[in-house]
């Protein structure tokens, strides 16, 4: 196949849904750990063409919904000072911290940008010398390799007023993580083939042997999942537990040496806080003391709000101390969704609090967020056209 739409095509789809139900013979529970596997999961209706024996459980799949909200509080300290102008990818600017959001720092005066790329914030700082330029790096290992380019080329070319705001996180400790839970519900894995095609497959065989848990990389296409789970299940029917790459038309075994190597010349593996699962040792990326000049937390102490609020999302107001309806802590389930332990819809706020206008947590907000997802394609009364 070469095309898009021929991974899509209900005439091949067809054929891997029967495979799987003939495949399996007792209950499964399968976990995709990639935003980007989840909507096509939930836009392509997948999981409701599966057998009963398969469940498919949601996993920590996007970055952005992780980052946690002490994280999002310093982008939000930065983002607020005169001096600096603050770079992000877009779907960045509505994630809520514990005050308010950088959309809300840009309505009240502050230098917010939307970039597509960290070389575009660099460029802007290379044009913009007497202004401080800091993008905020956010992702798996799959955006590493520019963000690393982008600060080993501002060292390189002397640019001072260059930094970033640093929020990378790995895949398999996350993995590592779910697995040595008590209440474990996770049978098999569908690995995130984008994160593959930068790390290879190495990182897995570990997991999948200390835990006897089958781990195949997948793609993103319903072609792609439905074969990923197809490989998943045969393994746990036969009872092996290994690694295999279904998405072996963009992932190598060894990956993407050249990249590899950017990402261990500029950064280092550090501990790292997820948002709704929490710390895990050596899950995150942090740039190396040779490029600390351009790390954004080192050169800004918090400024520290003597009143921090919480934002009134309703009105767009700042919400008193002691709001009695705090906006999410006691009301976003959105940890237990990144961890698979329940689905969108089974939050109280899903849908009716919590929307993408008024999200309560990062996973209404994301592109690649389950809670957005299930929004845009589940609800009983779907936007016009989003079928």
């Known amino acids: 196949m070469r095309f898009v739409d021929e991974y899509r095509d209900a005439r091949r789809v067809g054929p891997y849904v029967e495979a799987i139900r003939r495949a399996v013979s007792r209950p499964w529970s399968i976990m995709e ?16 063409l599966l057998p009963p024996e398969i469940s498919l459980l949601h996993g920590p799949g996007c970055p952005v919904c992780v980052t946690p909200i002490e994280l999002i509080d310093r982008a939000l300290d930065i983002a607020s000072r005169r001096e600096v102008t603050f770079c992000s990818f877009g779907d960045m600017l509505r994630v809520p911290g514990s005050r308010d959001d950088l959309f ?50 501002a060292r390189r070319r002397g640019v001072r007023n260059f930094s970033l705001l640093v929020s990378h996180v790995l895949v398999p400790p996350a993995m590592e993580v779910i697995l040595r839970a008590p209440d474990r519900r996770v049978d098999g894995f569908l690995a995130a083939g984008h994160v593959c095609t ?12 200390e835990h006897r848990v089958p781990i195949v990389v997948t793609g993103f296409e319903p072609v792609d999942i439905l074969q990923g789970i197809l ?11 290994e690694v295999e790459n279904q998405y072996a038309r963009s992932v190598r075994e060894a990956g993407n040496e050249a990249a590899q190597r950017m990402i261990r010349e500029v950064f280092e593996v550090v501990p790292r806080t997820w948002r ?3 710390p895990i040792a050596r899950s995150g990326l942090g740039l190396r003391a040779p490029y600390a000049d351009h790390d954004a937390e080192r050169r800004w102490a918090p400024s520290g709000d003597p009143e921090p609020r919480m934002v ?6 700042r919400a008193p101390p002691g709001d009695p309806e705090p906006r999410m802590l006691d009301t976003c389930k959105s940890g237990l969704v990144l961890q698979g332990i329940i689905k969108p819809p ?9 929307t993408p206008e008024t999200p309560l947590g990062a996973t209404m907000v994301s592109a690649e ?13 779907p936007p016009c056209g989003s079928r």
Do not use: W
């Open 276 to 278: 709704g699962i929490g």
């Open 33 to 48: 750990v990639c935003g980007g596997q989840t909507h096509a999961i939930v836009r392509f209706g997948l999981d409701e």
């Open 198 to 209: 930068v790390m290879g497959v190495d990182d897995y065989r570990p997991l999948a042997a």
């Open 231 to 241: 490989l998943c299940a045969r393994q746990l029917e036969e009872g092996r537990a």
């Open 312 to 317: 009134d999302r309703g009105s767009g107001r």
């Open 104 to 153: 809300a720092v840009k309505s009240r005066g502050g230098d917010v940008r939307v970039v597509y790329s960290p070389l575009d914030a660099l460029a802007l700082a290379e044009r913009l010398p007497e202004r401080e330029v800091v993008f905020f790096a956010v992702g798996f290992e799959t955006t590493a390799p520019a963000n690393a380019m982008a600060v080993f080329e």
């Open 369 to 381: 967020g389950a809670c957005a997802a299930y929004y845009r394609y589940r609800r009983a009364d």
């Open 346 to 354: 089974d939050c109280p706020a899903f849908g009716t609090r919590c």
